[in-house]
Every structure is written in C-alpha cells, then in structure tokens.
C-alpha cells in the first residue's frame, strides 16, 4: 500500500523550532521530488518547499527562505522539513507530497501521492 506519512508537528512558541518528517512506504521515494505545502486556515494551500529525486536541487519559497530547510534521507524513504525561527504566520496544516518534478513555481508542482497532513501552531 503506496503511504506517505508525516509527523513532527505540533504546538510552539514564536522562535522555536520544529522539524517535520515525511516516511514513504510501498515505494521507493528516492525516484521522486518531496514538496511540502501548507494550508492556513482560510487561505490556499501554498507550496513550501521541493527538493528534487535526481539531483537534490531545491526550491524554497520566499517567506520561509533562511528559515526553513527542505532535505531526504533516501536510505530512510523519508523527507524533512527543519523550520527554525517560526513565526505565528507558519500555522498551518503542513502536507508532504511525492512530485515527478519540482519547480521554482512551487504552487505549480503536482503531488502524484500525499500525506494526510500535519498541524503546526506558532503561538505564544
């Protein structure tokens, strides 16, 4: 069963940090780009981050660059999200995807499998 599964989210003060997994299972991540995406309540989901399967190059949207890093781990079939410096605005649902191919226009990528979604709350 092709599963994506993500964790390490939860409940923060501004400042802190958090580092989001992605696990992969029935199949093989290391073929595929990981994205991240986030959904604040009321708004649209917005894509993160991209790092792509074939040669680790990444994508990071503005607002989190300096802040967030995406990277994998292809002998763990997983993904992360290393998010320092958080900021009340980061609350959101965060979603990793698995994506044929990453792009600098990150709300543009398509997610060929998903996660079911992680929350992050950044409040004092």
């Known amino acids: 069963q092709v599963q994506l599964v993500e964790s390490g989210g939860g409940l923060v003060q501004p400042g802190r940090s958090l580092t989001l997994s992605c696990a992969a299972s029935?199949?093989?991540?290391?073929?595929?780009?990981i994205v991240w995406f986030r959904q604040a309540p009321g708004k649209e989901r917005e894509g993160v981050s991209c790092?792509?399967?074939?040669?680790?190059?990444?994508y990071t949207e503005d607002s989190v660059k300096g802040r967030f890093t995406i990277s994998r781990d292809n002998a763990k079939n997983t993904g992360y999200l290393q998010m320092n410096s958080l900021k009340p605005e980061d609350t959101g649902v965060y979603y990793c995807?698995?994506?044929?191919?990453?792009?600098?226009?990150?709300?543009?990528?398509?997610?060929?499998?998903w996660g079911q979604g992680t929350q992050v709350t950044v409040s004092s």
């Open positions: 995807a698995a994506t044929w191919r990453c792009s600098a226009n990150l709300n543009s990528i398509v997610g060929d499998y």
């Open positions: 029935g199949f093989t991540l290391n073929y595929y780009g």
């Open positions: 790092i792509s399967g074939n040669d680790g190059s990444t």
